[in-house]
């Protein structure tokens, strides 16, 4: 047996976990304990198999697909999520992992699935897999380092010029005044509390974004279960008995080199209009007021990725996407990796959706490789996705 890619049965998936360790060295034995308890449930897991592999007791490459169901456009697709890319150390730079890769797409193509996504380690190799970073990914915190940088908030976007307007003045005066008061208050969230989270979550975000992961208990029991052993959780921000907010975070403790904690704060969707500083601000007061603070004043990261897609079906795709104005593509597609792929089209996007269909190659206006036509489809499509693992 000479690189055989495929598929691990359930019962064989545990035999990754060598591998995962070896490749992700920084992960903690607990957070390894729990992906192995929880997300190996229902994932799929891709190997290259050889005959060394069987020798040393583990896998030597692997790629898996953890499944997350997302809402486009109001409708519901069930899209892979690549994690744990990993080739063992001594396996490295002789293009296994290219195969794996490029038989993992095809597969995903003729299952009709329209895309994967991922958080790149090295996005230099993923543009040359095909990916490209969504155009438009707006998360909570998000901050463009220049002087006219957006913030992007679940909730609201405003840019730093725009802070001195007597408008948004008036908005943190009161949104100050109001955080403030003596009816409101931060809590960390228990299992009772999954389903007022669902219905806030899925309400703040759907309004917001195009395209999001939809948010069901079980996503949020695996939640409390991940970030409890990153030494985080997520808070709820409530004022009298109503849901106004949630923070979810995680907590790197410290150490004799590293003296003082850091807390990444992963997510803080709020109804609210807030700017950078006071959303640093509100996250340490939600801190405070929850005990949730192992030093009085740690410091606090937005820990916010941006994340790249592939087209794996351009068919499936593009009746999921629409244009908030009618655009109209006339175009010769180049997918080195995906063949199906390939050829000319005519596209039509609107705002009732999309339509493709082939066309005759004299018809075509310009021609563009899988990667280009990605940004060009995508580039009015608000993206929140926002997940560790």
């Given at each position: ?172 005066r009161k949104y100050r005044a109001w955080s403030k008061g003596s009816r409101i208050n931060w809590r960390q969230a228990e299992t009772e509390d999954i389903p007022e989270m669902v219905c806030f979550s899925e309400k703040i975000l759907s309004e917001r974004h195009d395209m999001v992961i939809s948010r069901d208990s079980y996503y949020y ?169």
């Amino acid at each position: 047996m000479s690189g055989f890619i495929r598929y691990l049965q359930q019962w064989e998936k545990q035999k990754t976990r060598g591998l995962y360790e070896t490749a992700f060295p920084e992960d903690s034995r607990k957070f390894v304990d729990y992906y192995y308890q929880w997300k190996i449930r229902d994932n799929e897991i891709i190997v290259m198999e050889e005959d060394q592999s069987l020798r040393d007791g583990f896998f030597h490459v692997m790629i898996h697909l953890n499944p997350y169901t997302l809402r486009i456009n109001g409708r519901q697709e069930k899209i892979p999520y690549l994690v744990a890319v990993a080739t063992a150390p001594f396996c490295r730079r002789q293009g296994k992992m290219g195969r794996v890769m490029q038989y993992m797409l095809r597969d995903l193509q003729q299952k009709n699935v329209p895309f994967a996504f991922l958080t790149p380690a090295d996005p230099a190799y993923y543009r040359g897999q095909g990916f490209v970073f969504f155009p438009d990914m707006n998360l909570t915190g998000m901050i463009q380092e220049n002087g006219q940088g957006m913030i992007q908030a679940a909730s609201a976007q405003i840019t730093y010029a725009a802070e001195q307007s007597p408008g948004f003045l008036n908005e943190k005066r009161k949104y100050r005044a109001w955080s403030k008061g003596s009816r409101i208050n931060w809590r960390q969230a228990e299992t009772e509390d999954i389903p007022e989270m669902v219905c806030f979550s899925e309400k703040i975000l759907s309004e917001r974004h195009d395209m999001v992961i939809s948010r069901d208990s079980y996503y949020y029991q695996r939640l409390l279960a991940e970030t409890a052993v990153e030494h985080g959780g997520v808070l709820l921000q409530r004022y009298g008995k109503d849901l106004r907010g949630m923070l979810t975070y995680a907590v790197t403790e410290s150490s004799e080199a590293q003296l003082q904690a850091i807390v990444e704060i992963k997510e803080l969707l709020l109804e609210e209009i807030v700017s950078h500083k006071e959303a640093v601000s509100i996250c340490r007061d939600a801190l405070q007021r929850a005990g949730a603070l192992q030093t009085p004043l740690p410091e606090i990261r937005f820990a916010f990725e941006r994340m790249m897609v592939r087209i794996t079906s351009l068919a499936a795709l593009v009746p999921l996407l629409k244009s908030r104005r009618r655009r109209s593509l006339s175009v010769k597609v180049s997918d080195p990796l995906i063949e199906a792929n390939n050829g000319c089209f005519h596209i039509i996007l609107d705002g009732n959706g999309g339509k493709i269909q082939r066309t005759a190659e004299e018809a075509v206006a310009e021609e563009m490789d899988i990667a280009s036509l990605t940004g060009e489809l995508w580039k009015d499509c608000s993206v929140y996705l926002n997940e560790w693992v």
